[in-house]
């Protein structure tokens, strides 16, 4: 909302000091600090509104130790989460970016979803909340929207320069370019690492490819967003590895938005892909001020509210990106917990259909509650699948000087 005002203010009126909002940089940390305004400062008054309307978490008794003190937290906290992504990027994004709508509506939608899914378990007193097929058909219905667009829309492009950028004496000398429709993709520990959906998939027809690559879309954006629902069983996890994942993204759309950097470092340029590091700092923000009451002892939860959201908004960044197939490394936490689920969910249905007595690998499923079961203090668990996250963002940058 700001953004056309000061861009008014400095190209029609010349206003004094107005084009500094137009830079990235600036407009990027005015979006991480009113984040970390509205959760911190106003944090607590949420809280307290919160419990004063008894949305207070359902526990299931999984024989976890200090379970029980956990009984009554105030969830739905991920509403806290919404408002200080929603807010800033209104505030300081370009509203006109292609990429803006589709992460705004795709936080609205997941976190809606999360929504209905908390409300059916506190105040309906449903411990199961949503109907797996009714999220299942709503994160089907922001991946068409997401996928389709991406597909389709005539602004997203990738700009291909046809002899590399170069800065002589200190002017920028940009060559010939062109901005293409192209479904290409980045490999990772690949020397040319790019792959083209269309020439993959060409073979199929030109209609077919479209709903293959709408089918894509679909599964990350679910499988990503459904991971970071499981990721988030303890007090930060989620939070915090979410805010790793989302400064790495960070990164990744200021290079890919810069013509200079991204020859130098032989990454897509993406024509406008900049403006989502409002978006990311405004996500990174969140995830900060939200972990001041969610860390160990949690002072609140996120619930499928704030879960279900940043999984998904995590998917479409790296999709608009081209970076969805780092999602592997960049997600591993998520992906790690997922498996986890998978694995232990198979093999006892193998044991039990071959011994009559299903058998399991892990003490308990996800990954966390098995250390937490080994009697490892739940800060330490957080702390050191923060430490694994961090180290899975380094390896995932480093792909980024492979030429």
Known sequence: ??????????????????GVFRYISFRAGMAALVSLIITITFGNHIINWIRNKQIGETVRDLGLEGQAQKKGTPTMGGLMIIA?????????????????ILLLVTTVWL???GFVDDYIKVFKKN???????????????????VGATLYFHEDVVIREFSTPVSVESGVVETPAFQDVKALKTTIPFVKNNELDYERLL???????????YILVVIFIITAVSNGANITDGIDGLAAG????????????????????????????????????VIFASAFIGACIGFLW?????????????????????????????????LIPIMCGIFVIENLSVVLQVSYFKYTKKKYGEG???????????????????????VTRFWIVGILLAVITLATLKLR
């Open 84 to 100: 200080a992504i929603v807010i800033p990027t209104l505030l300081f994004g370009d509203l006109d970016n292609i990429y803006i």
């Open 359 to 381: 058998r399991r690998i892990f003490l308990m499923s996800p990954l966390h509650h098995h250390y937490q079961k080994k009697n490892i203090p739940e800060a330490k668990i």
């Open 202 to 212: 060409g073979f199929l027809g030109e209609s077919v490819t479209p709903i293959l």
């Open 241 to 276: 590895t979410s805010a790793i994942i989302g400064l790495t993204i960070a990164i990744f759309a200021y290079l890919s938005g810069n013509a200079i950097f991204s020859q130098y470092l032989n990454i897509m340029y993406i024509p406008n892909s900049g403006e989502l």
């Open 293 to 325: 009451y969610n860390a160990y002892p949690a002072q609140v939860f996120m619930g499928d509210t704030g879960s279900l959201m940043l999984g998904g908004a995590i998917a479409v960044m790296a999709l608009t990106l081209r970076k969805e197939l």
């Open 111 to 113: 976190g809606g979803i």
């Open 1 to 18: 909302m700001l953004y056309p005002i000061f861009e008014y203010l400095d190209q029609v009126l010349d206003f004094p000091g107005a």
């Open 127 to 145: 411990k199961e909340g949503l109907k797996g097929r009714f999220k299942i058909v709503g994160q089907i219905g922001i991946g068409v929207i």
